[in-house]
């Protein structure tokens, strides 16, 4: 299957800062897809990206559809203490999904 | 109304035992998934189910069976529960393809099952 390599694992950060964090495909995507999952609830999917070079936004965040097909890139600009969660790649189709990023906010 | 809801949401539990965790979707979905998420946060499909038919069965054990009564509902049922089926699982449903051919998942709260 699709391997998904996502990176950084893990971010603390302070209040007010931007975050950035990518994934990376071994095949070719035709869509990437972003999810959050807030402590204790299940993931909610952010963004949805459908073809290369795509670049889409939703409030504060912002995510790009690499060229190549095999990565994206999840930028959050401004963080807020909600912004607290794991954030999720995944593909199209192979239900799997990458590692995780756990996003920590410092007030 | 919750879209996908699951139940119990906290289940603990002797070594040894069966135990079943129940989910139903009312959205209209014709995909439902069973997903395990680790003490690492790792979130991995175990089982998918299109129309009542297995369509996804990832390396799990036999002891997991998931039974698809009709589309709105993919139950887990899990005997003979070890020490390592502690964690939580996710259920989630999709529409196939639905956005430009991508499944889009809609996930459930989640089952926090203890195997002490």
């Known amino acids: 299957g699709q391997q998904l390599n996502q990176s950084p694992q893990s971010m603390f950060i302070q209040e007010g800062e931007d975050v950035s964090m990518n994934c990376t495909s071994s095949s070719i995507f035709n869509t990437w897809l972003w999810y959050k999952q807030d402590p204790g609830e299940g993931p909610v999917l952010l963004i949805a990206l459908y073809k290369a070079g795509e670049l889409t936004s939703n409030g504060r965040l912002t995510a790009q559809f690499g060229i190549t097909r095999k990565d994206s890139f999840l930028n959050i600009s401004a963080s807020i203490p909600s912004d607290v969660g794991i954030y999720f790649c995944a593909g199209p189709n192979d239900m799997r999904f990458g590692a995780g990023t756990r996003l920590t906010v410092k007030p | 109304d919750t879209a996908v809801s699951q139940t119990p949401k906290y289940l603990v539990t002797q070594m040894g035992n069966d135990k079943s965790i129940k989910c139903e979707q009312n959205?209209?979905?014709?995909?439902m998934y069973w997903y395990k998420q680790d003490s690492k946060k790792f979130l991995k499909i175990m089982f998918s189910y299109n129309n009542k038919e297995l369509i996804i069965n990832e390396t799990v054990p036999n002891r997991f069976s998931p039974k698809s009564p009709d589309k709105a509902h993919l139950n887990l049922h899990i005997n003979s529960l070890e020490l390592g089926d502690s964690a939580v699982y996710f259920c989630?449903?999709?529409?196939?393809?639905?956005?430009?051919?991508?499944?889009?998942?809609?996930f459930g709260a989640g089952s926090r099952l203890t195997v002490l």
């Open positions: 959205l209209g979905h014709d995909t």
């Open positions: 989630a449903s999709s529409r196939r393809g639905s956005i430009a051919g991508a499944n889009v998942l809609t």
